[in-house]
């Protein structure tokens, strides 16, 4: 017997010696880390340019997310209190809202459940069983029942870390989800102040073409007092009145898009747009004057981008729990109570009954599950990365096409104030001398066209500029603090 253990430690240490060197591998595989590198210029190319002497604007850094930064109540730079209504009346009953709080009361409990897991589990248990052969003292095939009450205790060592790192991955997940709730905040409140916009330019855009019609209709009784006096052919009654009709119709679509936009404002609010409704008033909304300068670290406020750096967090940590697939689960369990053939005895002292025990379990051959398993984890950080990086690519973009789109309309709007000045003078003139036989009908209908469609332009172009103002809110991730000196009202 002397000889004997050492012959039988041979095959146990061939056999042992393998796996202990997979094991050490496994362990020193490493878990990808940091966030990827995403080649940016120093700041907006398309900001608006800073005074002779300013400080020079910050550049883009690898700042940490700040999803959590306070935004402000962006809004209020605007000073229209409906606008500020129907955002508040958004945030509690919008339902894109709802949905996205209730995803993240979801990645909340599965975190909350996965950090359960690092816990030893108790509980309590009693059950009855009955059949031949449960006395064995007496070696009775009888049928007899067995009735048994007791306390179970079981505990995972987590000394690998899987538990603590899929418990690490939930947490990732459910900041992600806040990012993406902070996000579709975001997102509501924005569309629903450009919506509401559109609304009020729609206003303005009716009242002008209305105002366009009680023109026309002016002319068109000029025009038939005169063709009955003999001084005009019937042509220049039915020329007018074509005008007469085509504007009407024009006011009737524009009737029918505000119809359909009030209607979009409904369901932002979450209100039924068969109860919702909007009266139409002055377009007295301030826009906000951009302050010179705005730095590219505010991109980081942005939700969207911190919920694509927490994705690629959590797809880290998941690769770090595949890995540890390859290491052996270690458990301990144990159980207390009373087992008795008779429930009479159940909880007499005799019929204490305990007992504890310790599992280690490590797959030898799976078929190579847990090698897919690991790529697969690979492959979701690999997708998690390329979309963290796309989604600051698509960030810096947005926020360069508001940037020129605030810019470009700006002088726009310069250019278009002078062609309406113009064209207003231009119908003054051609209806006084129309009126006084110095000019023909054409020319007065000619110079009244070229007034609406200028003064409709200016309309859209300053339509345009609250739109990319806002787009532009959105696109860093919320306002600025923009002082009250600096707030103007539009005229």
């Known amino acids: 017997m002397t000889f004997a253990i050492p012959t039988l430690m041979r095959p146990l240490r061939a056999a042992v ?25 120093a ?9 002779p002497g300013a400080t020079a604007p910050a550049g883009f850094t690898r700042a940490a997310p ?19 209504t129907l955002i508040q009346r958004a945030e509690v009953d919008n339902t894109n809202i709802q949905a996205a709080a209730a995803r993240l009361a979801e990645a909340r409990a599965l975190a909350r459940s996965a950090q359960a897991d690092r816990l030893p589990q108790i509980g309590l248990g009693a059950g009855a069983n009955r ?26 060592v987590d000394l690998f870390g899987r538990l603590s790192g899929a418990a690490d991955a939930a947490k990732l997940d459910a900041a992600g989800r806040e990012a993406l709730l902070q996000s579709t905040r975001l997102a509501v409140q924005a569309e629903v102040a450009q919506t509401y916009l559109q609304l009020r330019a729609l206003d303005a855009e009716r009242v002008l073409v209305r105002e366009s019609v009680a ?10 007092r005169r063709q009955q006096a003999g001084d005009i052919a019937e042509l220049d009654v039915a020329r007018v009145q074509t005008e007469v009709s085509s504007t009407e119709s024009d006011a009737l679509a524009l009737d029918r898009q505000r119809a359909q936009v009030e209607h979009a404002l ?93 599992l280690l379990s490590l797959p030898i051959f799976d078929g190579g599950r847990r090698e897919a398993g690991v790529q697969g984890a690979n492959a979701q950080l690999d997708g998690a990365l390329a979309s963290y990086r796309s989604q600051v690519l698509v960030a810096f973009q947005e926020v360069e096409d508001q940037l020129a789109a605030i810019r ?21 003139l051609s209806d006084t001398r129309y009126r006084n036989g110095y000019v023909s009908q054409l020319d007065l209908l000619d110079a009244r066209r070229s007034e609406l469609r200028n003064r409709r332009q200016a309309l859209q172009v300053k339509s345009a500029q609250y739109q990319a103002t806002v787009g532009l809110i959105r696109a860093i991730g919320g306002g600025w603090e923009v002082p009250v000196a600096e707030k103007v009202a539009t005229r």
């Open 17 to 41: 010696l393998p796996l202990v060197a997979a094991l050490v591998l496994a362990g020193c595989a490493s878990v990808p880390s940091g966030m990827p590198t995403v080649p940016t210029a």
């Open 215 to 224: 023109a026309y209709r002016d002319t068109l009784r000029l025009t038939q």
């Open 266 to 358: 409904a369901v932002l609010v979450g209100d039924s747009a068969s109860s919702f409704g909007m009266r139409p008033d002055d377009w007295a909304t301030a826009l906000p004057v951009i302050p010179p300068g705005v730095p590219s670290t505010v991109l980081t406020r942005r939700p969207d981008v911190s919920a694509a750096q927490s994705a690629v967090m959590a797809a880290q940590a998941r690769v770090g729990v595949a890995q540890t697939a390859w290491f052996p689960n270690i458990s301990l369990t144990g159980a207390a109570g009373y087992a008795s053939p008779e429930i009479g005895d159940l909880f007499k002292w005799s019929a204490r009954s305990w007992g504890v025990g310790a």
């Open 66 to 84: 700040a999803e959590a930064q306070p935004r402000g109540e962006w809004w209020l730079a605007f000073n229209d209190p409906v606008l500020n």
């Open 408 to 428: 470009i309309l700006q002088e726009q709007s310069v250019v278009q104030a002078q062609a309406v000045t113009s064209a207003q003078r231009a119908t003054s």
């Open 43 to 51: 700041q907006f190319k398309e900001q608006p340019q800073q005074q």
């Open 131 to 156: 059949g031949a052969g449960l006395d064995k003292a007496t070696a009775s095939t009888r049928p007899g029942t067995m009735t048994n009450i007791g306390a179970t205790f079981s505990y995972e």
